[in-house]
């Protein structure tokens, strides 16, 4: 059964690079025609999904973030990350990844990760 | 983007009560929508699938229905575990999007 779980810092300064890494157990990254997600939630609020990679390296990002996100594969680790650059405030929020099944389903989704943007 | 706009935002009700809850797309988006339940502090899990399929392991007392713009998420018999938020999900077109959610407590 494949699990996720999200890693990395919890706390990020203003302006700097958010980085996080998912990494996927229980099976190969590379598996099946799947894609592989972020999504964030901050607290008290709705799900913004923030983009997607494929094992090929292809990616789709939302054009709301687009400017400032990067997802990268690393197959031989099983893992993806993200990058989210120049952060305020408003980037503050749990960071899930998941794993994307066609145009049908987000399954399984990892435990969540909690950053927060404060000097 | 496609809007999701979920309906009602909050709802209060009893153990043993039918509910529906209500998922309009801003244009059509075919079957490409997925419900998910989410508790405080958990993940989002998956409950339904192409609009209308039934995730290996859900509660067949959860069904959805709908296509084009509508769809419903309904519980058939509410239990104290299903208290929780709803989320809908398109996946017709990038960016994915999500409803608002419902937020559905005890009566």
């Known amino acids: 059964q494949v699990q996720l779980q999200e890693s990395g810092p919890g706390l990020v300064k203003p302006s700097q690079t958010l980085s996080l890494t998912c990494t996927v157990s229980?099976?190969?990254?590379?598996?099946?025609?799947?894609?592989w997600s972020w999504i964030r939630q901050p607290a008290g609020k709705g799900l913004e999904w923030i983009g997607r990679?494929?094992?090929?390296?292809?990616?789709n990002y939302n054009p709301s973030l687009k400017s400032r996100v990067t997802i990268s594969v690393d197959t031989s680790k099983n893992q993806f990350s993200l990058k989210l650059s120049s952060v305020t405030a408003a980037d503050t929020a749990v960071y899930y990844c998941?794993?994307?099944?066609?145009?049908?389903?987000?399954?399984?989704w990892g435990q969540g990760t909690l950053v927060t943007v404060s000097s | 983007d496609i809007q999701l706009t979920q309906s009602p935002s909050f709802l209060s009700a009893s153990v043993g009560d039918r509910v529906t809850i209500t998922c309009r797309a801003s244009?059509?988006?075919?079957?490409?929508l997925a419900w998910y339940q989410q508790k405080p502090g958990k993940a989002p899990k998956l409950l339904i699938y192409?609009?209308?399929t039934l995730q290996s392991g859900v509660p067949s007392r959860f069904s959805g229905s709908g296509s084009g713009t509508e769809f419903t998420l309904t519980i058939s018999s509410l239990q104290p575990e299903d208290f929780a938020t709803y989320y809908c999900?398109?996946?017709?077109?990038?960016?994915?999007?999500f409803g608002q959610g419902t937020r559905l407590e005890i009566k």
């Open positions: 998941a794993r994307g099944g066609g145009r049908w389903k987000f399954d399984p």
């Open positions: 229980g099976g190969s990254i590379s598996s099946g025609s799947y894609y």
């Open positions: 990679i494929y094992t090929s390296g292809s990616t």
């Open positions: 244009q059509g988006i075919s079957s490409y």
């Open positions: 192409a609009a209308s």
């Open positions: 999900q398109q996946l017709n077109s990038y960016p994915i999007t």
